[in-house]
């Protein structure tokens, strides 16, 4: 059945351990009016009010324009701006201090288009900047991150079935200097930088599409990455990943969300091996997005998924990842490319925005409650 906005508003409960979990939507929780072809979001405090603010990647593989979304401090976006005066084909934008002075500046990866950094006045007003990468890959995401831990913020783009590429930041949001990572014909989606053996180095977390193995490509401390690790079955075809101590046993674990077989949990182990594993999610959804948080209070990290034509769902995490149970977030067969959690009406409970193309962008506040017997 398909809904309209006005005037409807719905819930959804999953009673976890005596406690309520419940996610509540109604036609002010969305991100204006437009349908547009949203690939990504980011969220941060964009204007430095103490508030969460959203960024929104539009276009994909079609010139879209880029929005900035402003929080009035409620969970509620009623101010839009635009990024740039350009329309791209943005597949993914992030929130970073790229320039040291304090605010949050932007990076767009763009498909077969040049990427950009958007420079931060202090109050959400921005002034393009300085291309990063290579102009006119195929890029799919970007993610930030200090790689080479020198104090500022780089770039790591993923371009599929091209090489991927590390810009580094020259301290003033410049990155002139590159290098490449994975194989030169990697179908690289997604990417999560974390020190995965404990040497102190970031490490790089790659998923694969197209049938391509994953691998964990371990940092020797000078950039270089020639040792790596597979992880899932060989000819996965893998959209995005989290990486968590899901088990609590002191090695990170990644989680996969993956197109046309279920999504599983690779867990972590002393040898540096990913044999153990656990399916989270056994349905052959086409799941695009991933995000991870406590989303019910408990210590422990949730799962929340985002599908292509089909409902977004989260699992609910006990038994330190032995057991998942699943609450299904929506009713709707929407194409989400991206789902984040962030307590975005600041009342401490994380709540859940997606990203949905050609269809209204969604966020529904975490209305849990606690059970005292």
């Known amino acids: 059945m398909k809904y309209t906005f006005s005037f409807i508003l719905f819930c959804f409960l999953l009673s976890v351990n005596g406690q309520t979990l419940e996610f509540f939507h109604n036609d002010r929780l969305i991100l204006g009016t437009s349908k547009e072809r949203t690939a990504s979001i980011s969220l941060g405090d964009i204007d430095n009010d103490g508030d969460i603010d959203a960024l929104v990647a539009n276009g994909r593989h079609w010139p879209g324009q880029n929005r900035i979304f402003l929080n009035n401090g409620k969970g509620i976006y009623t101010v839009s701006r635009l990024l740039g005066d ?17 605010d949050l500046d932007v990076a767009v990866g763009n498909d077969m288009a040049p990427n950009y950094i958007f420079i931060n006045d202090g109050k959400g007003n921005f002034t393009k900047g300085s291309s990063f990468g290579v102009a006119y890959a195929p890029t799919r995401n970007i993610v930030v991150a200090d790689i080479d831990q020198d104090g500022d913020i780089d770039i790591l783009i993923t371009n599929r079935g091209r090489e991927n590429e590390i810009c580094l930041n020259d301290g003033k949001g410049n990155f002139s200097k590159s290098i490449g990572f994975g194989s030169k014909d990697d179908s690289t989606i997604d990417v999560e930088v974390m020190d995965m053996n404990g040497d102190g180095h970031l490490d790089l977390i790659l998923a694969n599409r197209d049938d391509q193995p994953n691998y964990i490509y371990l940092n020797d401390g000078n950039l270089k990455f020639n040792k790596k690790i597979p992880f899932g079955t060989g000819k996965d075809i893998t959209r995005s990943i989290a990486i968590a101590d899901i088990d609590k046993d002191g090695f990170l674990d990644i989680i996969t969300a993956n197109i046309g ?16 594993k656990i399916v989270f999610d056994a349905s052959l959804d086409e799941s695009y997005c991933i995000a991870i948080g406590d989303l019910d209070l408990d210590g422990d990290i949730d799962i929340v998924i985002g599908n292509v034509k089909a409902p977004n769902n989260v699992f609910v995490n006990s038994n330190k990842g032995a057991t998942w149970e699943k609450i299904q977030l929506n009713n709707e067969n929407f194409n989400t490319y991206d789902i984040a959690v962030f307590d975005l009406n600041g009342d401490n409970k994380l709540d859940i925005i997606e990203s949905n193309s050609d269809e209204l962008n969604n966020y529904y506040f975490n209305r849990f409650k606690p059970y005292f017997p």
Do not use: H, M, W
């Not at 077989?261 to 153990?276: A, D, W």
């Open 86 to 102: 350009e329309e791209e084909t943005s597949y993914s934008t992030e929130l970073a201090d790229f320039d040291g002075d304090g």
């Open 261 to 276: 077989e279920p999504n599983v949990i690779y867990f972590g182990s002393k040898n540096q091996t990913y044999e153990r």
